[in-house]
Structure formats: C-alpha cells, structure tokens
C-alpha cells in the first residue's frame, strides 16, 4: 500500500472549518484513500473514504486532487469534540482479504 | 447494532500468567482484526481473519502469541506466558470485506502486566 504523509499536529478553532490535508504521491490506481480518527481512550472511528471522486457524509467531507497524489479531510464546522488523532490510509483491496497500516496520524486541537 | 463487544475493558495480570482477550464482531462482517497500540509504536496490525480463516499472522510479536477465530462471531487473542512489555491497549476490529468498506472498532482491552 503507498505511504501517506501527514503534519503531525494542527490547531482550529471552535466552529470554523478544519482543514486536514495528507499527501500520498505514490498511490496506485486501484488503491482508495481512507480516513479515521481516534478520540482518546477510544478505538479508532472511520469516517470517510473515496476513489477519485470528492466525498461526503455527515461527519466529513473528502476533497481528492485531479492526480490523486493528495487529498484533505474537512470537517465543516469544528467543535471541541472533534479534537483526535486523524488518520489518513490508503489501501487496495485483494483477493484474500485486506489490511489497513495506521501511521502516526494528525492530532487536530480544537480551541474555544 | 452493538457494536464489536470486546472483553475484558481491563485486565491486570502478574507476569507468566495467561491472557485471553475476547472479542464479538459486528454480525454479518466476515474480516476480524486484531490491533495493538502503545505510546511508542502506535497502532501495529497483529493478525487478520477472513471468513474465519487467519490471513496474515506477520504481525503476531512471538510465539507468545497467538490467536483464534472458530466462528464468525467470536475471536480470542491469548498471551502465554505474559510479559510487562505486553501491556498495551488491544483493539479488535471487523469489516463487511471487499473494496471500500471501512472498520468497525471496539473499546478496547487495556492489559496491564505487572
């Protein structure tokens, strides 16, 4: 699976949109771009993922570059429950299963 | 939905002893993970099931180690005999399988070997 790049820490404040961005420059065609976060003292908790196509749900959005060689996580509007460690993987899926590598992730602070 | 349902949420044991750590996956997901994170390596990978058949052990630390799926709705990850560098948050997680599905996690087990 192609490694991924990530700051190690970013700050947002309460209510404004956090922006976490990873760069994965040697990602194959077939591999998908995975978010998770983990909230401390819990497990980690998917929250999005996508091929090439920008993605959202209710808890995120997923902006993908025309390239696919980057890719950023926004959270519309930040609250202080969102402070975790977010995590940025890409994998492909084979035949016998699949595994996903956490790396050491961005821990976001949200501030008041 | 519960959830994938782990237990113990903690444990304490005196080095040499045996652990067991349980875990309940998601009814109807057919991979089950197994995960260790401490303060220094972070999140490490043990070992996968896929429709209850182990896939990759790679990440299984020793002999020591060792884990079982013998249905699909029940996974166990032993340690034998223990150690203090074991003590660790042990997560276990499963997943529907196929392309572009993500995990389900549990709470936990926090094993502490003293």
């Known amino acids: 699976d192609a490694k991924t790049t990530q700051p190690t820490s970013m700050d947002c404040a309460e209510g404004r949109a956090a922006n976490l961005p990873c760069n994965h420059s040697t990602i194959s065609g077939n591999e998908y771009v995975y978010w998770y976060r983990q909230i401390h003292s819990q497990g980690p908790q998917y929250i999005i993922h996508g091929l090439k196509n920008n993605e959202t749900n209710e808890m995120a959005s997923l902006i993908i570059t025309e390239d696919r060689k980057s890719s950023t996580l926004i959270l519309p509007h930040a609250t202080l429950r969102d402070t975790a460690v977010y995590y940025c993987?890409?994998?492909?899926?084979?035949?016998?299963?699949?595994?996903?590598?956490f790396g050491a992730g961005t821990r976001l602070f949200v501030k008041a | 939905d519960a959830g994938v349902i782990q237990s113990p949420r903690h444990e304490v044991t005196e080095m040499g002893q045996e652990v067991t750590l349980r875990c309940k996956p998601i009814s109807g997901h057919n991979s089950l993970f197994w995960y260790r994170q401490t303060m220094m390596r972070g999140l490490e990978l043990l070992i996968y099931?896929?429709?209850?058949?182990?896939?990759?052990d790679s990440g299984m630390p020793e002999d020591r180690f060792s884990a079982k799926m013998p249905n699909a709705s029940f996974s166990t990850l032993k340690i034998q005999p223990s150690e203090p560098r074991d003590s660790a948050v042990y997560f276990c997680?499963?997943?529907?399988?196929?392309?572009?599905?993500?995990?389900?996690f549990g709470s936990g087990t926090r094993l502490t070997v003293v």
């Open positions: 099931f896929n429709n209850n058949v182990p896939i990759d």
């Open positions: 997680a499963s997943s529907t399988g196929g392309k572009g599905y993500g995990y389900t």
């Open positions: 993987i890409v994998r492909a899926p084979n035949t016998g299963g699949f595994k996903t590598i």
